[in-house]
């Protein structure tokens, strides 16, 4: 039987040649994308309908307001209040005309906002849930394996134990090439199911929606200016406000509040965007089949070390626990001898 020396060197050896498959066969970029996919599939699964129903919550209660600002403009008392009440004939009208426009554009916001549909990212993040459950445990064991080889190598050098590498534990972190297409083609599956117009429709929409309320405060302003000549009373108006722009104001408030939680959905459409949409899948299922490929000789010839040196894994060894695997491995890549 090999010396502990001779062991460590040969196992070290092997492991070295592994972290330059991987680094050769570019698998740390597909691990990183990989990693990237599974947040994406997190924001897409955690998309709460909350936000949504609190902004159509606000947009009824502003179209409510103003439609009431649209008949009281037509009223005997009009629009102007306290010291401009006087003025109410000369006022009102200039107030109608600008309210109009506003109407029109909060009906293009309030259409934007029913247009979202959130049901068919919702049933995305479900899908891709099942398929990342397949592929990142997967891609994480085979991106570990030379991690995992090393440290089996370091505790022969630095313990004095003798741990015996598992190959046959390592041989489970592999597939054929026809499983790697057949995985891979279940995610391109998912990718064509979420339309790239869509994302960039709803994007559309949201961004509608949110400069409607941003520029909120500003426009409602404007809207209710007392117009020339007379514009040093505009701030007597905003002193002494009608009822309905106090309501709109109020309605502003809540809108801003809510917007940050709304933008969740933002960041889901970006990362899709960034991420998913046009990801060619190549770029993980290339690296994995080529690192598959060559972890499996070297594996091979780690078996091969073994068998030749007498140094099998004898069933009912205890695994030796100073070295844990990763979270999401299959199993433990040595057992003591």
């Not at 680094?23 to 897409?44: M, P």
């Not at 009102?92 to 426009?101: D, G």
């Not at 049933?123 to 570990?144: A, C």
Request: aromatic share 8%; glycine share 2%; proline share 4%.
């Amino acid at each position: 039987m090999k010396s502990s020396q001779e062991r460590y060197v040969a196992i070290r050896n092997i492991a070295i040649q592994l972290q330059e498959d991987r680094s050769r066969s570019s698998l740390k970029s597909a691990d990183q994308l990989v990693d990237k996919i599974e947040e994406l599939k997190n924001t897409a699964s955690n998309l709460s309908t909350t936000p949504m129903e609190n902004m159509k919550q606000i947009v009824c209660s502003w179209r409510d307001s103003m439609e009431f600002a649209m008949i009281d403009s037509k009223s005997d008392a009009g629009m102007a209040t306290g010291d401009m009440a006087m003025c109410s004939y000369w006022y009102s009208p200039k107030v109608e005309v600008k309210l109009k426009q506003y109407l029109d554009d909060f009906k293009e916001a309030e259409d934007a906002l029913a247009a979202i549909k959130l049901q068919p990212f919702q049933e995305f993040g479900d899908k891709m849930t099942k398929i990342m459950h397949i592929i990142t445990p997967f891609v994480k064991d085979l991106h570990g394996l030379p991690d995992k080889l090393r440290d089996i190598a370091d505790q022969v050098s630095k313990n004095g134990v003798q741990p015996t590498p598992d190959t046959e534990s390592m041989k489970t972190s592999f597939k054929t090439d026809s499983e790697i297409d057949h995985i891979f083609r279940l995610l391109e599956r998912c990718q064509s199911q979420l339309p790239a117009d869509l994302v960039e429709a709803t994007k559309l929409n949201y961004y509608k929606v949110s400069e409607f309320f941003r520029d909120a405060g500003s426009r409602i302003k404007d809207v209710f200016a007392v117009p020339a000549p007379c514009c040093f009373m505009s701030d007597y108006v905003m002193d002494q406000p009608h009822v309905v722009v106090i309501e709109l104001n109020k309605h502003t408030q809540k809108a801003m509040k809510r917007l940050d939680e709304f933008s969740q959905l933002l960041d889901l459409l970006e990362s899709l965007q960034q991420t998913l949409i046009d990801l060619d899948v190549k770029k993980i299922s290339s690296p994995v089949k080529q690192f598959t490929s060559l972890a499996k000789l070297r594996v091979q010839s780690l078996d091969e070390f073994m068998n030749a040196n007498g140094v099998r894994p004898v069933p009912g060894d205890e695994v030796d626990d100073t070295v844990i695997a990763e979270p999401g491995t299959s199993c433990s890549c040595f057992r003591s001898s």
